[in-house]
């Protein structure tokens, strides 16, 4: 089946680059996303990458996508305190009823920003 | 924009009564909604998909009677937890699409349940 797969954890400096990498299972997923979930708080989506990119920058952050080794991974320039979070990859799927465009998470990267 | 307000942020039950949770898009139509629920260090697990006016297609192994879904009107969905047990205790999270085809899911803030 689908399975998405994400380090647990990432402690980084201010100011420097966090890179948090996933690796997904299902070829046939057309999109490719990264959400960030705050404490106690939904998911927000940052970014998305279609599954004919290698590449896509949105400001601070950079999407890499090496669709031969299925291996995603988001890129925050400038780390900053701000940017502790959760960082959830997902991939698109069709669903045991036939729908298309649903989402298959991974666990989650924490990401820790040092002062 | 694209709000997804869910009610209630925080609900604590006893076990064996029914909890309603609510998910609701507050500047759009949604005709897609899902509920998902997420496990401390999980990822988030989907439980279902809601299109207005027809019933919920639930993923395997989540239990329609125990989790009844009614999406009522185009900005309303609600998630039921009948008979709670402590075990169902988690995070909730709904999203909504604004069209069939849309590829994005606006996400509403969660209500945590804890069934005592």
């Known amino acids: 089946g689908e399975d998405v797969e994400q380090s647990l954890f990432l402690s980084v400096r201010e100011g420097d680059s966090s890179v948090i990498n996933c690796t997904y299972t299902d070829s046939s997923s057309t999109y490719l996303y990264w959400y960030k979930q705050e404490p106690g708080a939904g998911l927000q989506l940052l970014t998305y990458?279609?599954?004919?990119?290698d590449m896509k920058q949105d400001q601070r952050l950079t999407v890499l996508l090496n669709k031969k080794d299925k291996h995603l991974s988001l890129r925050i320039a400038d780390t900053q305190t701000g940017d502790s979070a959760i960082y959830f990859c997902a991939e698109s799927y069709m669903n045991y009823g036939g729908s298309q465009g649903n989402l298959i998470f991974g666990k989650g990267t924490k990401l820790s920003v040092k002062p | 924009g694209a709000v997804v307000s869910q009610h209630p942020s925080r609900v604590i039950c006893k076990s064996g009564t029914s909890v309603k949770i609510e998910c609701r898009s507050l500047d759009f139509q949604a005709t897609t909604m899902f509920w998902y629920r997420q496990f401390p260090k999980k990822s988030l697990m989907l439980m279902a998909t809601?299109?207005?006016?027809?019933?919920?297609?639930?993923e395997q192994g989540v239990e329609k009677d125990k989790f009844l879904i009614n999406h009522a009107s185009l900005t309303l969905s609600t998630l039921t937890v009948t008979s709670a047990h402590p075990e169902d205790s988690s995070f909730y999270i709904c999203?909504?699409?604004?069209?069939?085809?849309?590829?994005?899911?606006?996400f509403g803030p969660g209500t945590r349940l804890t069934v005592t």
């Open positions: 990458i279609f599954s004919n990119m």
């Open positions: 999203s909504a699409k604004k069209l069939a085809g849309q590829r994005e899911q606006y």
């Open positions: 809601s299109n207005e006016g027809s019933k919920a297609t639930y």
